[in-house]
């Protein structure tokens, strides 16, 4: 996917039909950079009813404390589930997913699809045996992302560099603000600074927002480089996990936001924008109980 101005995200093209699946399929993130994700999973499944979930009340997540996520994660997922009932529930959110993809599991009664960086496939690609990985800082000191490189990457280089900043330049983009192609660069000089930074072949875009600037990546990048990120995969995931018996009414483009909308910051424009018409504030018990609380 590659996004050159704020107008609704164009899908890879895939070397497979699209998917005849129906179903409703709710995906979440912290903020917009979920977008990319719901568009992926359009593309591959037309006739499914997409819904998107934004925890806009405690946006962004990368800056947020382990224990304060995996307490909110699984509370929001279900309240946000028993709105909208779906059939998935997809955290198109790295940082989530590396930390509390288990308790949301647990909390909820419908399959989950999590969303983790692409390094076996980037171990795949590379050609020079040395890859970056762009994330939020949350995502970079997981124990969980340490195992996907120790799993699918060893042998190569692995380079990483978490930055809120490129969050926050991928929200200011998708609002259509002017947005100085310089701070993209500075964004990403990190990866290409670091020792061995010179032999980085392929970059995993690990957060959720990055290929919302994509277009802006790779024209800021110091030489040519392959982007790449996990959407397509999360797309045939959640198409696999569908029930088999699922909801087939609506046609999807309601979004949930769990701080009323006339309070965020132009989400409310952007996810027009972007397939979601119809907002709805959906309030929560931060200290609700859940099934996971009352596993042994």
């Known amino acids: 996917m590659c996004l050159v101005s704020s107008e609704m995200p164009q899908a890879v093209p895939y070397t497979f039909e699209p998917s005849p699946a ?10 917009i950079g979920g977008l990319t994700v719901a568009a992926e999973i359009r593309a591959l499944g037309p006739r499914l009813s997409v819904h998107y979930a934004a925890d806009t009340a405690f946006f962004p997540y990368g800056d947020k404390s382990d224990e304060a996520l995996r307490e909110r994660l699984p509370r929001v997922a279900k309240a946000l589930v028993d709105t909208v009932q779906p059939d998935v529930f997809v955290i198109a959110c790295n940082t989530a997913s590396t930390l509390a993809l288990a308790e949301v599991r647990a909390a909820l009664a419908i399959p989950v699809v999590g969303t983790v960086p692409a390094i076996k496939p980037a171990a795949k690609l590379t050609e020079t045996g040395t890859i970056g990985l762009l994330a939020t800082p949350g995502t970079i000191r997981r124990a969980y992302t340490a195992r996907l490189i120790e799993e699918f990457a060893a042998g190569k280089r692995v380079i990483l560099h978490g930055s809120l900043e490129l969050v926050k330049l991928a929200e200011a983009h998708a609002r259509g603000e002017d947005v100085p192609t310089e701070a993209y660069a500075a964004a990403q000089a990190p990866l290409f600074d670091a020792e061995g930074g010179g032999e980085i072949d392929t970059i995993v875009l690990a957060c959720t927002h990055f290929p919302l600037v994509r277009g802006q990546l790779i024209a800021t ?46 989400i409310s424009r952007v996810l027009r924008r972007y397939g979601f018409p119809e907002l709805q504030f959906v309030a929560f018990d931060p200290n609700a109980t859940t ?5 042994p």
């Open 291 to 295: 099934s996971a609380d009352a596993a």
């Open 221 to 266: 990048a110091p030489r040519p480089v392959s982007y790449i990120d996990s959407g397509a995969a999360i797309a045939r995931q959640t198409i696999r996990v569908l029930p088999e018996n699922t909801h087939s009414g609506g046609q999807g483009g309601t979004a949930s936001l769990t701080r009323p909308p006339d309070e965020t910051d132009g």
């Open 22 to 31: 129906r179903g409703r399929v709710l995906v979440f993130d912290s903020g």
